[in-house]
């Protein structure tokens, strides 16, 4: 149980465009949802919480004119890069929980690999 | 605010070796405490965690236990396999913290060599 599926798993895309990264919950109802960016050889940063229906809290530092989370439905979170440049270039991990308590641990998608050209 | 020390990697080492990963914590409140294993290109699994102090966390052959007297939860396995190997990250979390909110050590790579 608790599976979450990220797509796309990698995405090669042109600079100046946007890509759309999508985070189910296969089996169990995300109230709330983690995007975390990685870079090489480094620990998660988390980005953004969001939960269902409300919009995302950004971490510091975190543009959210860029990195654009909806949050529509309880089973469904979507990451948006808008106008991507080289510098976005990372892995992208998304994590879903039931609810924002402790006793509610994230469970981690496999991972987007975007790389701007 | 909460951060979370791990020893810097890669570990290098043999196949039936015991490994130690340590891992040590500064929270406020009483954190749950949580080891991830990622293996390469992959998200995060959760390996194991302990909610309150002197609990063993254990999975697989892993084990850690929540050392409050010494901020700790360092993580380790009697004998390692080719199979193991992978970046391990220690966290935590505090209802200060954001409820499930969890906070990352920098990961400590692991090498298993036959």
């Known amino acids: 149980g608790a599976v979450v599926s990220q797509h796309p798993s990698w995405v090669i895309c042109k600079s100046g465009t946007s890509v759309k990264i999508e985070c189910r919950s296969l089996?169990?109802?995300?109230?709330?949802m983690f995007w975390y960016r990685q870079f090489p050889k480094q620990s998660l940063m988390l980005m953004a919480t969001s939960n269902e229906g409300s919009k995302a809290t950004y971490e510091q530092g975190v543009e959210k004119d860029k990195f654009l989370i909806n949050h529509a439905s309880l089973t469904l979170s979507t990451l948006t890069v808008t106008s991507a440049h080289p510098e976005d270039s990372s892995f992208y991990i998304c994590?879903?929980?039931?609810?924002?308590?402790?006793?509610?641990?994230?469970?981690f998608g496999d991972g987007t690999r975007l790389s701007i050209l | 605010g909460d951060s979370v020390t791990q020893m810097e990697g890669p570990v290098t080492l043999s196949e039936e070796a015991f490994l130690t990963i340590n891992c040590t914590y500064t929270a406020t409140g009483y954190p749950s405490l949580f080891w991830y294993v990622q293996y390469p290109g992959e998200g995060l699994q959760l390996l194991l965690k302990a909610t309150k102090a002197d609990d063993k966390g254990s999975n697989k052959g892993f084990e850690a236990t929540y050392r409050k007297e010494t901020t700790s939860f360092h993580l380790e396995k009697g004998s390692v396999q080719v199979s193991d190997s992978a970046v391990y990250f220690c966290a935590l979390s505090t209802l200060t913290g954001g409820g499930n909110k969890l906070t990352f050590g920098t990961g400590t790579q692991l090498k298993v060599e036959l």
């Open positions: 089996d169990f109802q995300a109230t709330t």
């Open positions: 994590s879903a929980s039931g609810g924002p308590s402790l006793n509610q641990p994230q469970h």
